[in-house]
């Protein structure tokens, strides 16, 4: 479980872990130790994992190819990832929530190979995906990233660290107090315990950025590691700072959280963009049907996880143009999105994370459109 830091008033510490504990129920309806049907046959993936920590779990998935997922509220790492190892070398991908999560991944590569590590991806910028970068810092290894991601890094994530929550948190606190509904209020709280996470883990360790910018001049970038070869290359959508690692030569792919499978969509960042993402999805569908994914949360899926998280993108847009078409202000329909019956077990990191990001950034685009 996650600590929530101690200047927390008893009031906050408790609408704040009565919240999670909510959030906690949705996350373990995703299956972790059962494989999704669509990769349950898949050769390619081992139905053994090569460990298990609870938190997470490392899979083989293809010919020196690796799969760490992740149970998201039992921490330590809370973002999906993996390595990729060949005769002369390896490349890990994510720096995770903690330092000890990318240590998790380290010890698991040095399960199957001494080979050197040429490097630790970070897939983009968020701190679940970057904060553990530290033990990359003290072992030497380099960090590989979108150009932006270090910048984004430090202004994102510095302000947090020894802020006093009370500030911090405050104006989320503000909206559960001023919330005009029931529904409101609980999207809110959902907020508010999303937020409180964030703080927590970005008060947890020191910001290690990353060191090897991968511009779009390098792009897309081959990785020999010596009978295995990767590519690495950036598509927009969920941060501004995206970035896959592909193996074109076995149908694989790191997608990061272009992908968050049985998740419905993080669009709360200020460079993410629904059409860009949606574009970015319709390029994945377009790639082999056999195709495997690592996404950045949830389980490993084929093409039919691409589809659904299509379906979902198309569900927030066809209720949220409803609304625009019928003059409902942004804020409005943020909160009259309905989760239909076959999204249910979809998990909602929080509303406006997801959903109430969404139908904001639906709502601008199609204003500028006008
Ligand atoms: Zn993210």
Excluded at 153 to 172: C, E, F, H, N, R
Aim: hydrophobic residues 45%.
């Amino acid at each position: 479980m996650i600590d929530f830091p101690q200047a927390f008033s008893r009031r906050r510490f408790l609408a704040g872990t009565s919240c999670f504990g909510a959030s906690y129920a949705l996350a373990r309806l995703i299956p972790l130790r059962v494989l999704p049907a669509d990769v349950a046959d898949d050769a390619r993936v081992s139905e053994l994992p090569l460990v298990d920590k609870g938190f997470a779990s490392v899979r083989k998935i293809g010919n020196g190819l690796y799969a760490t997922i992740s149970d998201l509220p039992k921490g330590t790492t809370v973002c999906n990832g993996g390595f990729l190892v060949g005769r002369d070398a390896a490349l890990l991908v994510e720096g995770f929530a903690t330092s000890a999560g990318a240590s998790f991944q380290m010890d698991a590569l040095r399960m199957v190979s001494q080979a050197p590590v040429k490097g630790a991806l970070n897939t983009h910028y968020h701190l679940d995906h970057s904060i553990g970068n530290a033990f990359y810092g003290t072992r030497g290894i380099e960090v590989w990233a979108h150009p932006a991601a270090a910048r984004r890094i430090v202004d994102s994530y510095t302000p947090l660290q020894g802020a006093d929550p009370a500030a911090a948190l405050g104006p989320v606190e503000k909206r559960m107090k001023d919330a005009k509904s029931e529904v409101e209020r609980a999207h809110a709280l959902s907020d508010l315990n999303a937020f409180t996470t964030v703080f927590r883990l970005a008060n947890a360790s020191v910001l290690t950025v990353p060191n090897r910018p991968l511009g779009p001049e390098k792009l897309p970038m081959k990785v020999e590691l010596g009978g295995l070869t990767a590519v690495i290359e950036s598509y927009p959508g969920h941060s501004g700072t995206d970035m896959v690692v592909r193996v074109p030569e076995q149908n694989v792919v790191y997608t990061g959280d272009l992908l968050a499978n049985g998740w419905y969509p993080a669009c709360l960042d200020g460079k993410a963009t629904v059409s860009e993402w949606r574009a970015t999805l319709k390029t994945f569908a377009s790639w082999d049907k056999d195709t495997l994914f690592v996404p950045g949360h949830g389980q490993l899926c084929g093409q039919p996880g691409i589809a659904t998280a299509r379906e979902l993108f198309d569900d927030i847009a066809e209720q949220a143009g409803k609304m625009f078409k019928a003059g409902l202000p942004a804020e409005e329909a943020q909160h009259r999105y309905v989760v239909p019956p076959r999204f249910a077990d979809f998990f909602v990191f929080s509303w406006g994370f997801t959903i109430g990001a969404a139908i904001a950034k639906l709502y601008e685009e199609w204003r500028e459109k006008k």
